[in-house]
C-alpha cells in the first residue's frame, strides 16, 4: 500500500479509542492531528504526548483536534491517557491497518535483533481530510511546537 500523498484526501478509517469507535469522518471541519507512536508508558511516547498535551488548548484555538495511535489495545491506551492526563482520545490499532494506511510501520533494530514498529511519525489533514502536512522519524524534543504551528498556518 502506498503512503498517503500530500495534497490528498485520505480515504475514511476507523478504530476503537479511549471515546469508544472513532472514524475519521469524525473529525470532519476541523483540522487534524493524528501523531503515531510505538508503545504506550515508553519513555519518549510519554514525552510526546505530554508535550501535545501541554499545547492541547493552543492547537483547540488553532481549530485542530489530536489524536494518538498505536498498536497497543484500549485499555493500556486508558490507562495512559489517565495517567497522563491527556485530552485528546488515543486510537488502539492492534492490527496495524491505521499504521499501514500511514505506512509507518518500518523495520527497526534493538540490541541487533530487527523487528517491524511503529516509526514515530505525525500527520496534519485540513478540515476537508486533506493531507497538508508529514513528519516521519519525529524527534520528540521540539515537535508539538513544529506540528503547532503548522496548524496555526493551515
Given amino acids: 500500500m502506498a503512503a498517503p500523498a500530500l495534497g490528498k ?7 476503537d479509542s479511549t471515546a469508544g469507535r472513532w472514524r475519521l469522518k469524525d473529525a ?3 483540522a487534524l492531528v493524528l501523531y503515531f507512536y510505538p ?7 510519554t514525552k510526546e504526548g505530554e508535550a501535545f498535551r501541554d499545547l492541547a ?3 483547540k484555538k488553532a ?3 489530536i489524536v494518538g495511535v498505536s498498536p497497543d489495545s484500549v485499555a493500556s491506551h486508558e490507562k495512559f491517557k489517565q495517567k ?3 485530552p485528546f482520545e488515543l ?3 492492534p492490527e496495524q491497518r491505521v499504521c499501514k ?3 509507518v510501520i518500518k523495520e527497526k533494530s534493538m540490541y541487533g535483533r530487527k523487528y517491524l514498529g511503529v516509526e514515530r511519525s505525525t500527520f496534519l489533514l485540513d478540515a476537508e481530510g486533506v493531507l497538508r502536512h508529514e513528519w516521519r522519524k519525529v524527534k520528540v524534543d521540539g515537535h508539538a511546537e513544529a506540528v503547532l504551528a503548522a496548524a496555526r498556518a493551515l
Fill in 91 to 93: 486510537l488502539a490499532d
Fill in 28 to 30: 470532519a471541519g476541523t
Fill in 101 to 103: 494506511l500511514f505506512d
Fill in 84 to 86: 497522563y492526563r491527556f
Fill in 63 to 65: 481549530g485542530a483536534l
Fill in 9 to 15: 484526501k485520505i480515504p475514511d478509517f476507523a478504530g
Fill in 57 to 59: 488548548a493552543d492547537f
Fill in 39 to 45: 508503545r504506550d508508558n515508553t519513555s519518549g511516547c
